[in-house]
């Protein structure tokens, strides 16, 4: 596995859940959402806040600070205060690991 990757334990993260990690030097927000995992960069495009503590709205992560959500499968925000969107990363399962790294940009 590269430095670029991480790999979690899926019971590590159960349905409606959502894990801080580091993938990269980079802290990534993992999600599950009804068994269907996602994973974006865990910091508010607008507050530079983490998203981690904000909650989830269905496929959509909130932040904390202003209330502005993103979808977790695009990274685009769907409610401002924010405008840019998040990073997104390819989550894979592999046996019972969810495997962490970049997309390709």
């Known amino acids: 596995m ?3 990757t991480t790999q979690i334990a899926c019971q590590d993260l159960p349905p ?4 801080r990690i580091e ?3 980079e802290h990534v927000a993992v999600a599950n959402v009804d068994g269907e995992y996602f994973a974006v960069s865990d910091t ?7 998203l981690t503590d904000g909650g989830l709205a269905g496929r959509q992560i909130i932040c904390p600070w202003h209330g ?3 979808d ?5 925000p769907t409610c401002g205060p ?4 998040l990073r997104c990363y390819n989550v894979r399962v592999e046996g019972q690991s ?6 390709a940009d």
């Not at 924010?82 to 969107?85: C, F, N, T």
């Open 2 to 4: 590269s430095e670029n």
């Open 16 to 19: 409606g859940t959502v894990l």
């Open 23 to 25: 993938v990269g030097g």
């Open 44 to 50: 508010c495009t607008h507050a530079r806040i983490s």
């Open 68 to 70: 502005a959500m993103f």
């Open 72 to 76: 977790l499968k695009t990274g685009r």
């Open 82 to 85: 924010a405008i840019d969107p």
């Open 98 to 103: 969810l495997i962490i790294e970049p997309a």
